[in-house]
Structures are given as structure tokens and as C-alpha cells.
């Protein structure tokens, strides 16, 4: 992918993302998905990555919510993905989300691709995703329990302003489509601060709003994140051999 065709196909992700957000959410929404209350959270979270060879990268995360207007945990979430840098501006990814909280679990088969362009310290990126979810694996499912499959849509923007430190914002729209067509369930506006230190490690700062359009009275998630990320050296392995 060229600069040239980059800049071509801005355009059309900034229209696919405007068209499924302003998509009116509809009342007869799956039950399962209409439980959202208006709420403020604390997500404190710690993420591993690792880099292979020939452009391979797997990370896993664990994320835990805190509900910090009701004093409860809301639940419990672990990521696995695996990313392949196939071109220089295009990367295909896998990831598998599984939850757990107090009324059910959850499990997330997610594909998705992103494109990716840099210029100087400012980094500009659009990924499209599907993916499937469960409550449980089984040939019928009770009503309200139904697996749901979503479209996602996400802009990015990320300004490196100094060596260690970095700041990005990004929008997404979150779209649920299924026998009874598409519509607008949430979009998820993200603003971060990151900082690097002694290469391998990051401290990311960020600040989540979610309106829900679900039912009839949208809903709204609110969360403040803390994730510690840790980049596992290719050395890690030699290191711990030769202090034996």
C-alpha cells in the first residue's frame, strides 16, 4: 500500500465510520445486550507483548473493572491476539476475549485489519473488525442469550510530541447485525497518554466515554484505565541462562 492509495481510502473509512454512527439504534435490541447502566470505572490493567520474526507479534492482557459509583467489580477480562504485519501499512489480527463477572461469562472470537500510515511523529490508522460472542457453546441458546456478531469501525490518531512520551485519540462505532439488520449499539471515545521507560516498558493513561444506544434512553460507560505494558526482549531467555 502507497502513500498515494492511503490517502485515497482516508476519505472512504471517515464515511463508513459517519454512516454507522449516525444509524438510529433501535428499541427491540437483544436482551442480553440491554443491561448497561450509566456508570464510572476504574480499569486498572497489565498487558505482555512479544515480537517474532518475520513480522509476527503476540500480546495477552489482563483487564479488571471496578465500578467505582456502586463499589463493586464488574468483572473480569483476559485478551489474547496475534497480529501479522503483512505489508508496511496493513496488518491483519486474531484475538480472543474472555469475561468473567457476577451474572455471566462471556467469550469473543474477533478479526479484524488495520491500516496504518506515519508521517514524522504524528501516526494515523483505521481498522475494521468482526467478531462473534458467547455466553456458553451449544446447538439452541435460551431467549436473551443468544451469540451476538458486531462490525466494528475505528479512526485513530496518535502524536509522539517527545521521545518517551506519546498521546492518541481514537472513535469507534460498534455495529450489531443480525436477522433483523444493522443498528448502532455504542461508540467508544478514547483519549490516552502514554509513557516509555528503559525501553521494554509503557504506563498508559486513559479516559473512555461510551454512549450506549441499546434502548430507547441511551446509557452511558465512563472509565479511567491504567495499563502497564511490558515489550519481552528477544535476549529475555540468554539473560536469564548466563545468571545461573
Same mark, same amino acid.
Given at each position: 500500500?502507497?502513500?498515494?492509495?492511503?490517502?485515497?481510502?482516508?476519505?472512504?473509512?471517515?464515511?463508513? @465510520?459517519?454512516?454507522?454512527?449516525?444509524?438510529?439504534?433501535?428499541?427491540?435490541? %437483544?436482551?442480553?445486550?440491554?443491561?448497561? /447502566?450509566?456508570?464510572?470505572?476504574?480499569?486498572? $490493567?497489565?498487558?505482555?507483548?512479544? %515480537?517474532?520474526?518475520?513480522?509476527?507479534?503476540? #500480546?495477552?492482557?489482563?483487564?479488571?473493572? +471496578? %465500578?467505582?459509583?456502586?463499589?463493586?467489580?464488574?468483572?473480569?477480562?483476559?485478551?489474547?491476539?496475534?497480529?501479522?504485519? +503483512?505489508?508496511?501499512?496493513?496488518?491483519?489480527?486474531?484475538?480472543?476475549?474472555?469475561?468473567?463477572?457476577?451474572?455471566?461469562? @462471556?467469550? =469473543?472470537?474477533?478479526?479484524?485489519?488495520?491500516?496504518?500510515?506515519?508521517?514524522?511523529?504524528?501516526?494515523?490508522?483505521?481498522?475494521?473488525?468482526?467478531? /462473534?460472542?458467547?455466553?456458553?457453546?451449544? =446447538?439452541?441458546?435460551?431467549?436473551? /442469550?443468544?451469540?451476538?456478531?458486531?462490525?466494528? #469501525?475505528?479512526?485513530?490518531?496518535?502524536?509522539?510530541?517527545?521521545?518517551?512520551?506519546?498521546?492518541?485519540?481514537? +472513535?469507534?462505532?460498534?455495529?450489531?447485525?443480525?436477522?433483523?439488520?444493522?443498528?448502532?449499539? =455504542?461508540?467508544?471515545?478514547?483519549?490516552? @497518554?502514554?509513557?516509555?521507560?528503559?525501553?521494554? /516498558?509503557?504506563?498508559?493513561?486513559?479516559?473512555?466515554?461510551?454512549? %450506549?444506544?441499546?434502548?430507547?434512553?441511551?446509557?452511558?460507560?465512563? +472509565?479511567?484505565?491504567?495499563?502497564?505494558?511490558?515489550?519481552?526482549?528477544?535476549?529475555?531467555?540468554?539473560?536469564?541462562?548466563? $545468571? =545461573?
Amino acid at each position: 500500500m502507497n502513500i498515494r492509495f492511503f490517502k485515497s481510502t482516508l476519505p472512504v473509512s471517515f464515511l463508513i @465510520l459517519l454512516f454507522t454512527i449516525t444509524v438510529n439504534g433501535q428499541d427491540n435490541a %437483544d436482551m442480553g445486550y440491554n443491561n448497561y /447502566h450509566s456508570t464510572f470505572q476504574l480499569w486498572p $490493567s497489565i498487558k505482555l507483548n512479544k %515480537d517474532f520474526k518475520y513480522g509476527w507479534n503476540a #500480546n495477552v492482557q489482563y483487564v479488571m473493572r +471496578a %465500578d467505582l459509583m456502586n463499589r463493586a467489580i464488574d468483572g473480569h477480562y483476559f485478551y489474547a491476539s496475534v497480529k501479522y504485519k +503483512a505489508f508496511k501499512f496493513l496488518q491483519p489480527d486474531f484475538q480472543f476475549r474472555g469475561v468473567i463477572t457476577p451474572e455471566k461469562n @462471556l467469550y =469473543r472470537f474477533e478479526f479484524g485489519v488495520k491500516a496504518r500510515y506515519k508521517y514524522k511523529n504524528w501516526v494515523f490508522a483505521y481498522r475494521m473488525a468482526y467478531f /462473534h460472542e458467547n455466553e456458553y457453546f451449544a =446447538r439452541t441458546y435460551e431467549h436473551g /442469550h443468544f451469540p451476538t456478531n458486531y462490525w466494528r #469501525n475505528r479512526i485513530e490518531v496518535r502524536w509522539d510530541f517527545k521521545k518517551q512520551w506519546g498521546a492518541y485519540v481514537t +472513535a469507534e462505532a460498534y455495529t450489531l447485525f443480525d436477522y433483523r439488520g444493522m443498528n448502532v449499539r =455504542r461508540v467508544a471515545f478514547i483519549g490516552g @497518554l502514554e509513557y516509555a521507560f528503559k525501553k521494554m /516498558h509503557s504506563i498508559n493513561l486513559v479516559y473512555m466515554a461510551q454512549p %450506549d444506544f441499546s434502548s430507547k434512553y441511551p446509557d452511558l460507560v465512563q +472509565a479511567i484505565a491504567v495499563v502497564y505494558a511490558w515489550d519481552i526482549p528477544d535476549s529475555f531467555k540468554k539473560k536469564k541462562k548466563k $545468571s =545461573r
